[in-house]
């Protein structure tokens, strides 16, 4: 059997594509549709198709190898923050981009294909997790159909700030190919239904789709391999005093560093989390305040210091030099530490 699937095809593009999919959809139908609900399935002809697509996005192609007299089908199940949708070609296909501008997951609910990323890399498993700027080359047998989820990179983006503390300092990158029996595969199964009519498992409520659509981003974070998934720890790993030896002996190494909460995560081998927790438990602070007072205590040593060698280093060079960049606060941190002002510890007063 050929390669189980995983990319984003036409639906690899920006994130209105799944608005200007709709619109056709009105056209060739005369029906109307609401985004935020299921819409009935449309057939449409596979030319047309691409033919829209191609306006729409230049670096989308597709070749049809051998056409299918049912046609092209698009059925919108779900437009949140995350659209979730089911497609098939009615052809025999060779599709994809020259770059892909968010976040997809794609799983075959029928027929087989095969995916090449970037012109070499073979993806290699049930579901794909298709990226931004990877160009994407697809094969698709005559039957097939999909169910692709579509994330915007900006939400995965605000939520993996949520876990570093600090925005990330590179672009998201996930591992490709998805195990179908880990925690983001069976969530992704939760949702094989509907490409047979079922009913989505967040209907219920709008308070039910935010919810779903925050376990979706979580466990894809937590669960799915990524550049970042060192700085998050294992979600399993506990905390020990060695860890909290770890963390703060980093804190002490680096304080003259700009070091973020998901750093000492990772030196201390533990989530974020887990970090979090375990100086709220253990030094009734946080990470972020520690560092704080270690980068603070650095500054009182070298303003004794400058004031007992005469060196002329001023008092704002000393802050900058430990990360204080707003002078104000600094100041008051440490008058509130040290009972009174750092210019006067720089003077040599007592």
Known sequence: MARLLAGAGWSAERAGEVSAMADFNVRESGRTSDPAIKSPAVTADVDQL?????????SYYLRIVKSHPRG??????????????????????????????????????????????NGRDDVNAPISLIGPQQKIDMRWSLDHEVMLMQIPSELLQEALETYLGDPPKERLRFEPGVVATGALGHALRLLSSVGTGGTLPFTASKQAEYHFEQFLLHTLLSSQ???????????SAAWTPAALRRATRYCEDHAGEPISL????????????????????????????????????HAHADLVRIAETGSQTTVTDVALRWGFTHLGRFAARYRQTYGRPPSSTRQGHR
């Open 50 to 58: 691409r033919e829209l697509l191609g306006q729409q996005y230049p």
């Open 72 to 117: 092209a089908r698009h059925q919108l199940l779900h437009k949140g923050k995350i659209a979730l949708y089911t497609a098939s070609y009615g052809a025999e296909i060779r599709t994809g981009t020259s770059e892909s501008f968010n976040f997809y997951a794609i799983m075959p609910l029928r027929g087989v294909g095969e995916v090449t990323l």
């Open 225 to 235: 391999p990524h550049n970042y998934s060192y700085e998050l720890g294992e979600p």
């Open 262 to 297: 998901g750093d000492i995560a990772a030196a201390a081998r533990v989530s974020v989390r887990t970090l979090q927790l375990g100086f709220r438990e253990h030094l009734q602070t946080t990470p972020m305040a520690y560092l704080r007072s270690v980068r603070l205590a």
